[in-house]
């Protein structure tokens, strides 16, 4: 079955770096886009980055553009988001999702999360 | 401000059928295949139907999705009190090329 396990959440100080990984079993991860999506206490849903299923593109959303990068390793089968220059507004529990296909029709398996705290 | 546009909450008794709007533009439902997902506390979000109406195995019928234009709906019939969760829509947008939730919706079953 489909495994996807998010590590690397922690405390970190405003202007800090972690990196997030995720670790994929069950499937082909080389085959399927993934994407980041994380959520802030006592809000909603928002998607962070994707990746395509070789690496090639990479996409991401305005709010970390510029100092979150997604990445993954297909032969380690892991997915990667590299944050640098964090802000208290980055806090939040952080998912990978395995993309439907590759054209981006739904995220359909989730990680159980990883909470990434930004304060001092 | 989600690019996506949800009620932020609906309501209904134990039975009883609801529904859940989604409202976006021709960037991204009027283009692109809608996703739902319900995100219960403290779990992880579960892909309910995609490709605007269709459901995962596993998924029950008592969830369905349709889409028309720049809109699309979710139902739930038969509510169960386990059915009391937020609910999402999702789509790509061609023009941000992001990936877009709307801000979700609080189902209570009363």
């Known amino acids: 079955q489909v495994q996807l396990v998010e590590s690397g959440g922690g405390v970190v100080q405003p202007g800090g770096s972690l990196r997030l990984s995720c670790a994929a079993s069950?499937?082909?991860?080389?085959?399927?886009?993934m994407h980041w999506v994380r959520q802030a206490p006592g809000k909603g849903l928002e998607w962070v980055a994707l990746?395509?299923?070789?690496?090639?593109?990479?996409h991401n959303a305005d709010s970390v553009k510029g100092r979150f990068t997604i990445s993954r390793d297909n032969f380690q089968n892991t997915l990667y988001l590299q944050m640098n220059s964090l802000r208290v507004e980055d806090t939040a529990v952080y998912y990978c999702?395995?993309?439907?296909?590759?054209?981006?029709?739904?995220?359909?398996?989730w990680g159980q999360g990883t909470l990434v705290t930004v304060s001092s | 401000q989600s690019v996506l546009t949800q009620p932020p909450s609906v309501s209904a008794a134990p039975g009883q059928k609801v529904t859940i709007s989604c409202s976006g533009s021709?960037?991204?439902?009027?283009?692109?295949?809608v996703s739902w997902y319900q995100k219960l506390p403290g779990t992880a979000p579960k892909l309910l139907i995609y490709?605007?109406?269709k459901r995962p195995s596993g998924i029950p019928d008592r969830f369905s999705g349709s889409k028309s234009g720049t809109s699309a709906t979710l139902g739930i019939t038969g509510l169960q009190t386990g059915d009391e969760a937020d609910y999402y829509c999702?789509?790509?947008?061609?023009?941000?090329?992001?990936?877009?939730f709307g801000g979700g919706t609080k189902l209570t079953v009363l």
């Open positions: 999702a395995k993309d439907l296909t590759n054209t981006w029709h739904a995220l359909d398996y």
């Open positions: 069950g499937f082909t991860f080389s085959r399927f886009g």
């Open positions: 990746v395509w299923y070789d690496g090639s593109h990479k």
């Open positions: 021709n960037s991204n439902i009027g283009n692109n295949y």
């Open positions: 490709d605007n109406n």
């Open positions: 999702g789509t790509w947008d061609s023009s941000l090329s992001a990936w877009v």
